[in-house]
């Protein structure tokens, strides 16, 4: 059985920073690749940033040059490193992984979502 279990995010200022966590635990070989992705009240589930297997990266363009999106395969997490905080950025966010188990099995799992808002 595989655990995500996101943590971070809460409350910042425009222009600050917040880094969303995204821990797999129990039967995990590998982080193979995962998304960050985002939900705001009344809008569209949007994909954020994207790291794959060969760690190359990938990002929305709301948010290039603000955010990083990394990955720490002896702790099997994957983080979000949000700088230069604007409103818009305010929503749900959530991890979506791909996990390589023991036995090599490949399978998609979704963190629970962290609430992200920004505001002065």
């Known amino acids: 059985q595989v655990t995500l279990v996101q943590s971070g995010g809460g409350s910042a200022q425009p222009g600050g920073s917040l880094r969303l966590s995204c821990v797999a635990s129990?039967?995990?070989?590998?982080?193979?690749?995962a998304n960050w992705y985002r939900q705001a009240p009344g809008k569209e589930r949007e994909l954020v940033a994207s790291?794959?297997?060969?760690?190359?990266?990938s990002y929305g363009d709301s948010v290039k040059g603000r955010f990083t999106i990394s990955r720490d395969s002896t702790k099997n997490a994957v983080y979000l490193q949000m700088n230069s905080l604007k409103t818009e950025d305010t929503a749900v966010y959530l991890c979506?992984?791909?996990?390589?188990?023991?036995?090599?099995?490949?399978?998609?799992?979704w963190g629970q979502g962290t609430q992200v808002t920004v505001s002065s």
């Open positions: 129990g039967n995990v070989s590998a982080i193979k690749a």
């Open positions: 790291i794959t297997v060969r760690s190359e990266l």
């Open positions: 979506n992984v791909q996990i390589v188990t023991n036995q090599f099995t490949t399978s998609d799992y």
